[in-house]
């Protein structure tokens, strides 16, 4: 990860291309998204009494993929993330992460962990299972979805944080915002903590091409926990901010988009080697 930004956006920036911006995000990396099959090898494991691998599961279940950058929102705010990845796409040719586009939810997943456990009828109001083994089984996708998302900041240009009132539920008198998402609070945690690499690292020739230089889950549970989120590291971004770099993409030759964007931010972007 080189920078991240905080930004603050509304469906109303879209207007009425919306719905258009929302399919464009929504299939802008469909062809990368989770192999059915894993499903049946994890019920075939099962039932045969072997362990699982949790490589496969790892690799095959929240794939890594090559994306430009990390888009950080609430669930109630899928659709304007995908908004905005379609934003991006179509003005930027930016190719965004979103993980509910290409991974497969860790809810469906831990419902086959448990599945599995040992259960009991419950008479007409269905099955109780084995406590202890629904921790476990919770901790090893936990697990296996934080490192996932870990990996993904790590290896993204940069991350983008929608800051909504689905995301941020409460500011104190101190100015320190809090969330109710625990994946919230790790996405920003992981942005903050990752390491910073420099931008000559996302210049390959593969994303020079990709560009063309020559022409250019989370719903809100009964039981609520808060955490306290900083976004202090992240560059403050809106809308006016966005039809700005718009504008001088359409106008400039020879440029990577979000070169444009770091170039608007000159004073806050580094990456240790004096570029930005």
């Not at 944080?161 to 500011?171: C, G, H, P, Q």
């Amino acid at each position: 990860m080189f920078a991240g930004f905080n930004l603050k956006l509304s469906e109303a920036f879209f207007d009425n291309k919306i719905n258009e911006y929302v399919y464009i995000g929504e299939n802008s990396n469909s062809n990368l998204c989770f192999d059915e099959d894993m499903t049946n090898c994890i019920i075939t494991k099962f039932k045969e009494g072997d362990s699982l691998s949790g490589e496969r599961i790892l690799h095959e279940w929240f794939p890594r993929v090559e994306c430009n950058v990390f888009i950080s929102h609430a669930h109630d705010d899928k659709r304007l993330a995908n908004a905005f990845a379609g934003w991006l796409y179509e003005n930027f040719h930016i190719i965004s992460f979103i993980d509910s586009n290409v991974w497969n939810y860790i809810d469906t997943l831990l419902n086959m962990l448990n599945e599995y456990s040992d259960k009991r009828p419950n008479g007409s109001e269905g099955w109780l299972y084995d406590y202890c083994k629904c921790n476990r089984a919770s901790q090893h996708a936990n697990i296996m979805l934080l490192m996932s998302l870990q990996t993904m900041i790590d290896n993204v240009e940069s991350v983008f944080f929608l800051n909504t009132d689905n995301s941020v539920n409460a500011i104190d008198d101190n100015g320190i915002s809090s969330t109710y998402s625990p994946w919230i609070y790790a996405e920003l945690m992981c942005a903050d903590l990752i390491r910073k690499k420099p931008l000559a690292e996302y210049r390959n020739k593969n994303f020079l091409e990709h560009f063309d230089m020559n022409t250019l889950n989370e719903s809100r549970a009964e039981m609520q926990i808060s955490y306290n989120i900083s976004t202090s590291n992240l560059k403050k971004l809106n809308e006016a901010n966005l039809i700005k770099w718009a504008e001088q993409y359409k106008n400039g030759h020879n440029v990577i988009p979000m070169d444009l964007l770091y170039k608007m931010f000159v004073n806050e972007v580094s990456n240790g080697n004096g570029s930005y």
